[in-house]
């Protein structure tokens, strides 16, 4: 199939620090295949459609979704930013990913395969997975969780954990999903925020060939937890763990009751009802729970699935990504099944125990289209094309990218090494608080690569100077969305001020949306994303903010200030540096360096711990004592600071 993408070249413009550099942009232009079987066949008159007549847009593509009643009015927004959609529907999201199907012959259909670190498999029709989560949702109905509670989930990336999040929803209860790779410390506040009374979790989960032992950090988060009552223990990794009597309970005994296995009804919500929250990091130390409904979400993330990565019946569809993070909730879990797709979940590392790990198992289970993150991308390209090559990847019809900026050079790789030169990658820009794309080709979209390209239909992304007016081609600007849409996150969990402070407080007059990355738009209007312009670092993809890696370091007796910055960093797009100031009487040492970052590990988790600890005597402070953080990384990174006229010292 070699040669089926035609590429022209043309002079285009790429970004290399603060100056434009002019080089040569490739164009790939999608095959005849391709565009034969896309779903979304023409562009520009349906995006224009959709953004001058979005409630009719939103409305016609509501008709692909399940309704127990429809909706009254397709958006209200008389309470902005407290936009709300399909006023008066009635669903719930498991209607649509498992109800409806069980009525048709997706039935019998693989709804998800998994497969264990260990290299254990488990498979699930849709028929099986409806009964797994009716036992799931009866089991925690059993320990007291009605509607509107919130139940945290702490878990491997075991099949429990797809049925514990989508049993919540089915009662009508919200999950918070928290990333397995947090620490005791982060699980306790973000259990804390969301007043949780059940947790869900497991003894433990594979990576590396190890035991996480999840089950000794949740015991450290639940020791003076003031409002988990119960939590439910999945045995996975079978090592000893303590139980403690009447707050512990085994899944696979709860499972044996008799009301376990009796049918479940799906609770009828509205479609602004709360479906989960999920926390992300943000300016400010303490995370944000962000909040998504049953309908808007529902509607969203499937809708910009099928028609992004045009989702067939017969496909396969692998998004390797963690499910604690919204591209595994919206991605693994509820975009796919509501789209009758056959999702995967892989357990462990993606290059253990071999580099070809992943490939093995595209080429085992024929996978179709495989979504990952770019610092994944870089992560298999270290390792060379031989390890992609050993196996049978020419069931690939598409590719995509999610989580940062794809440098050109891993974009290429990507597409010719795995991709054989003949799947187009979708680079889908998007965020927590959007709950689906947001800008991302259509695979007839020509691309270039490290684009997104163009804001899906629907999406009013624009890219504007801080005065508002839209920017001149390529002159780099603030990314923002003019409209609302229905995936949009309604609020933070218990803080609709810093909701709307955060997002919707620079362009209020307008009714803007505030993304907080930075961004140029080229002469095709093309958009590329260039970074985070407030403080949060993407670390292999992964959002943090400065203000919580900080406020770990900070929490060891020893260090007394600290500022941390993004670097560069081959593998993982950014790697977190730290600058601390030592407490009186304490010496810097290699030894204290590792310490502080086990405490960091502790603290925060280990993609919090910082790559270097820089010690040193002062900060530089604006003189409202701000740390200008702006003025370390220039210094890192050898360039001019700038402007230093408000800088204390
Ligand atoms: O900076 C952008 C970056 O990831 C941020 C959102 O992070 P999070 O909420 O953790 O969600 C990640 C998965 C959706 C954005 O503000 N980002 C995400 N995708 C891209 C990206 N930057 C450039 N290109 C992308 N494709």
């Known amino acids: 199939m070699l040669g089926i993408f035609k590429w022209i070249s043309k002079i285009g413009e790429i970004m290399s620090d603060d100056e434009i550099v002019k080089s040569e942009v490739k164009i790939y232009h999608p095959s005849e295949d391709i565009i034969k079987l896309a779903n979304v066949k023409e562009y520009e008159e349906t995006y224009k459609r959709s953004i001058t007549d979005p ?42 990913a498992i109800d409806r199907h069980l009525t048709t012959a997706t039935r019998n259909k693989l709804a998800f395969i998994w497969e264990g670190e260990p290299g254990d498999t488990r498979t699930f029709s849709y028929h099986a997975l409806n009964r797994e989560v009716s036992k799931m949702a009866n089991i925690v109905k059993s320990m007291g969780i009605r509607k509107g509670d919130i139940v945290t989930i702490y878990m491997p990336q075991i099949p429990e954990l797809i049925f514990a999040m989508l049993a919540c929803a089915k009662i009508g209860a919200a999950h918070s999903v928290v990333y397995a790779g947090f620490s005791s410390k982060a699980l306790k506040d973000r259990i804390e925020d969301a007043k949780s009374k059940l947790l869900i979790t497991a003894d433990g989960g594979w990576r590396r060939g190890k035991i996480v ?73 303490r995370p944000k729970g962000v909040l998504h409904t049953h309908g808007g979400y529902s509607l969203y993330t499937s809708t910009v699935h ?15 990504a963690d499910p604690g993070w919204i591209t595994g909730h919206s991605f693994i879990v509820y975009a796919p099944l509501i789209n009758g797709t056959t999702t995967m979940l892989y357990e462990g590392a993606p290059t253990y125990p071999n580099p070809d790990r992943i490939w093995e198992m595209v080429d085992k289970y024929g996978v179709n289209v495989f979504y990952t993150s770019p610092t994944a991308v870089r992560g298999f390209m270290r390792f060379g094309d031989s390890w992609v090559k050993q196996h049978d990847l020419s069931t690939l019809r598409l590719l995509g990218s ?60 624009d890219v504007i100077r801080e005065d508002g007016t839209s920017t001149d081609p390529d002159e780099e600007g603030i990314l ?19 909701y709307k402070d955060v997002y919707w407080s620079d362009y209020e007059k307008q009714g803007w949306y505030k993304a907080g990355d930075s961004a140029r738009k080229d002469a095709d209007g093309y958009i590329w994303v260039i970074a985070r312009l407030d403080d949060v670092l993407k670390v292999s993809g992964y959002r943090l ?25 081959e593998l993982r797009g950014n790697a977190i540096h730290a600058f601390c100031i030592l407490a009186e009487g304490n010496t810097a040492s290699s030894d204290l360096e590792k310490e502080i970052k086990e405490h960091v590990r502790d603290e925060l988790g280990p993609i919090a711990v910082p790559e270097k600890i820089n010690f040193v005597n002062t900060l530089p402070k604006t003189r409202s004592g701000k740390i200008m953080r702006r003025v370390l990384k220039a210094k890192a990174l050898g360039q001019d600071p700038g402007d230093l006229s408000t800088i204390e010292d």
């Open 545 to 569: 903010g400065t203000a919580e890696v900080e406020s770990a370091l900070v929490s060891h007796e020893k260090v007394a200030e600290s500022a941390v910055i993004g670097l560069p960093h």
């Open 306 to 320: 099928r028609m992004v990565f045009d989702i067939k019946d017969e496909d396969r569809w692998w998004c390797l």
């Open 402 to 461: 999610v989580g940062e900026p794809i440098n050109p050079a891993a974009w290429e790789w990507y597409y010719n090494v795995v991709g054989g030169a003949r799947c187009p990658i979708m680079d889908t820009w998007w965020q927590t608080e959007t709950g689906g794309f947001m800008i991302s080709p259509y695979p007839i979209t020509p691309l270039k690569p490290g684009s997104a390209t163009r804001p899906l239909f629907g999406i009013a992304a």
């Open 480 to 498: 923002v969305i003019k409209a609302p849409w229905p995936g949009m996150a309604r609020t933070i969990m218990g803080d609709d001020a810093r």
């Open 213 to 285: 032992d999840l089950k000794n950090i949740v015991n450290d988060a639940l020791e003076d937890s003031p409002t988990i009552e119960k939590s439910i223990v999945v045995k996975r990794t079978c090592q000893d763990v303590d139980m403690v009597t009447e707050r512990d309970f085994w899944y696979h005994e709860l499972e044996k009751e008799p009301f376990a296995s009796k049918p479940c009804q799906t609770e009828v919500m509205d479609a602004e009802d709360m479906l989960f929250i999920l926390y992300t990091s943000g300016t400010t130390g």
């Open 55 to 96: 409630e009719g847009f939103w409305g016609e593509q509501a008709e692909t979704l399940s309704w127990y009643k429809k909706w009254d009015k397709v958006l209200d927004d008389s309470k902005k930013p407290f936009f709300k959609w399909f006023v008066g529907g009635k669903t719930n999201i498991v209607h649509n």
